[in-house]
């Protein structure tokens, strides 16, 4: 079993849609929890990160961790054809420390 | 935030050749350094994690002769892909952080192409 397990998809909605991507995890010691969008050939970009349990919510994204389920979302509104790339979910134990990667969903936003 | 450049973004190579790749820390001290390498369609595996003037720690099955990674100053890190093979061709990226981040910031990829 891997430690981040986390769906491949390619998920494709259509445009103004809700995106809900997740993952799940297995090591409780994670206390960092971290979205990263990668557009292809680029290098991942930070969206968004969460220390603990609880929401964070950025403009049209929202990270949610439930550390007692061990599982980790992010929501997109109002998506837009911008958004189609790789989101990777990311997890440490301490800021700064080893990231642990899932193996990335991709989505496409269709017009 | 950090910004973090690369250099170069792409390279092709003879096999058995050695290529360098730089990172760097454009607006940050960055006290540790990550690189990574990434095959398509597939997340991003860790290589090795190097510290400021120490050696750097390379994962398992990661060849610290084939891998050189130099981390000089803490805004420079490099990458020494040495005698490099086809196998070799991939994409490499490397990534920042240090006492004031609380996670990673990346740059933006190196392709590589070993003919």
């Known amino acids: 079993q891997k430690e981040v397990e986390q769906d491949p998809g390619p998920l494709s909605v259509p445009e103004g849609a809700i995106v809900s991507l997740n993952c799940t995890y297995s090591?409780?010691?994670?206390?960092?929890f971290m979205w990263y969008r990668q557009y292809s050939r680029k290098g991942p970009e930070l969206l968004m990160y969460?220390?603990?349990?609880g929401n964070k919510e950025d403009g049209r994204f929202t990270a949610q961790v439930d550390k007692s389920s061990k599982y980790i979302s992010l929501f997109i509104r109002d998506s837009q054809p911008s958004d189609s790339a790789t989101y990777l979910c990311a997890m440490s134990t301490g800021g700064g420390n080893k990231l642990t990667f899932g193996t990335g969903t991709q989505l496409k936003v269709e017009l | 935030g950090a910004v973090v450049s690369q250099h170069p973004s792409w390279v092709i190579c003879k096999s058995g050749t050695s290529v360098k790749i730089e990172c760097r820390s454009l607006d940050f001290q960055a006290t540790t350094m990550f690189w990574y390498r990434q095959f398509p369609k597939q997340s991003l595996m860790l290589m090795a994690t190097?510290?400021?003037?120490?050696?750097?720690?390379?994962e398992q099955g990661v060849e610290k002769d084939k891998f050189l990674i130099n981390h000089a100053s803490l805004t420079l890190s490099t990458l020494t892909v040495t005698s490099a093979h086809p196998e070799d061709s991939s994409f490499y990226i490397c990534?920042?952080?240090?006492?004031?981040?609380?996670?990673?910031?990346f740059g933006p990829g190196t392709r590589l192409l070993v003919l």
């Open positions: 190097s510290n400021e003037g120490s050696k750097a720690t390379y």
């Open positions: 990534s920042v952080t240090g006492t004031s981040l609380e996670t990673q910031y």
């Open positions: 969460t220390y603990s349990s």
């Open positions: 090591n409780s010691a994670f206390q960092y």
